[in-house]
Structure formats: C-alpha cells, structure tokens
C-alpha cells in the first residue's frame, strides 16, 4: 500500500522545472523588450532631430522616412536585419542562446551608434516630449473630494478649538461657538478646492509650454493619431 509520497515528489519537481522555465521566459521577454525600446528610442530620436515626429510603437514608420531620407547607410541596414532575425527567432522558439543575446546587444549599441552620427540639428523634441509625459502623468486629479474631505477633517479639529475660544470670549454663548466651528469647516474646504485649482491651472500651463515648444519644432509629423493634442499647422506637413 503506497502513500503518493514518490508522485508528490515528482509533481513537485514538475513544478520547480515549470518554474525555472517560467524564469527564463520572463528573463528572454525583458531582454528582448529592452532592445526593441532601445531601437525604436534611437529611431525616434534621430527623427526628433530632423524635425519629425514618430511616436515609439511607430518605429517600423520611422525606420522607413529615415531610409527614404537617406540616412540609412548599407552597413546599418544589413545590421537591423540581423537584429531583427535574431528577434524573431525568439518570438517563434521562446528562447535564445548566450550568443545570440550577446549579438542582439552588439547589434544593438551599434545601431544606436550609426543613427547617433547622422542625427541633425533640431534640439530639444526629445525633452519637450518627455515634459509632456511627465506633466500628464502627474496631471492632479479633477476631482477635489478627497482635498475636500481631508480638509473638512482638519477644520473639524480646528473648528472645535476656535468654536471653543469664541464661547468663551462671547460670554460662554454656544451659538457663537456654532458659528465659528463652522465658519472653519467651511472655509477649510474652500482653501482646498482653491488650492487644487491652483495645481491644475500649475499642470496645465506646464503641459502647454511643452506642446508649444514641441509644435515649433515639429516640421514633419509621422504619427498623427499618436501625436500630443492639440495638432498644429505645423504638424500636419
């Protein structure tokens, strides 16, 4: 009469070499990623400084303007291919090999590299389209309930103390006191919701200064449906 002890071993190993592979899996999915956002970062800024816009999922499009642009030499051809070959060889087979991790790396700095050495003149797209992420990522929310309530909660404890002290000064009358807690509630809320307007007046002037900088550098623009609204005239060439 057995005990399962010899199956739990074995579905406990199952698991552990799932597991294990699972790791690697994930390991392989980062490693490629990084190389595809490294790719697509020095497409995107290479046309950044010509004056064209190309939003990061766009780099198939921009590797093409770059290419008709002339900017595109033999040598940087032949080595994005390569790079795409070995990318492709992980999404069919889910693995990739020491040497061809060590490959995709090369392949990859030097494609940097060659895209590096014929970038343009055209500063600054690249930081004013970080500012406008950064900006809306931070964006406060347009709702003030939650400033409202902590605030209501602060004039409560403030209220009661300054309620208290205007009894006191007012011949110990309560309806003074009244008045006064809530004359503190009150005006607690409103500082509030004054101060998150404030902040979203701050967030949205920022974000408008970047789009500003941006659309006067924008001469070309590739990715319209990806582009920081509102479009100008300048990006619609």
Request: a negative charge; glycine letters at 8%.
């Amino acid at each position: 009469m057995g005990f399962g002890f010899g199956k739990r071993s074995e579905s406990t190993g199952n698991s552990t070499t799932d597991m294990a592979k699972s790791q690697r899996s994930r390991a392989n999915d980062n490693f490629t990623t990084e190389l595809e956002l490294r790719r697509a970062f020095a497409v995107f800024e290479c046309c950044a400084s010509h004056g064209t816009y190309v939003d990061l999922n766009d780099v198939d499009t921009g590797w093409r303007h770059l290419r008709e642009e002339g900017r595109v030499s033999s040598d940087l051809e032949a080595v994005w291919k390569e790079l795409d070959g070995i990318l492709l060889t992980y999404a069919n087979a889910g693995v990739l090999a020491e040497p061809d991790k060590a490959r995709a790396r090369n392949l990859t700095d030097d494609i940097e590299a060659q895209l590096d050495a014929v970038q343009g003149k055209v500063d600054g797209m690249v930081d004013a389209v970080v500012a406008i992420n950064v900006a809306r990522l931070k964006y406060p929310s347009k709702s003030w309930i939650v400033d409202g309530i902590f605030a209501a909660m602060f004039g409560v404890m403030g209220g009661a103390i300054l309620g208290t002290l205007a009894g006191e000064f007012a011949d110990h009358t309560p309806a003074v006191g009244n008045v006064v807690f809530g004359l503190a509630i009150i005006g607690s809320v409103l500082v509030a919701r004054y101060r998150h307007r404030r902040k979203i007046v701050a967030a949205d002037e920022k974000i408008a200064q970047a789009q500003a900088e941006l659309d006067r550098m924008v001469i070309r623009n590739l990715s319209p449906s990806a582009y920081p609204p509102p479009m100008t005239a300048a990006g619609t060439t």
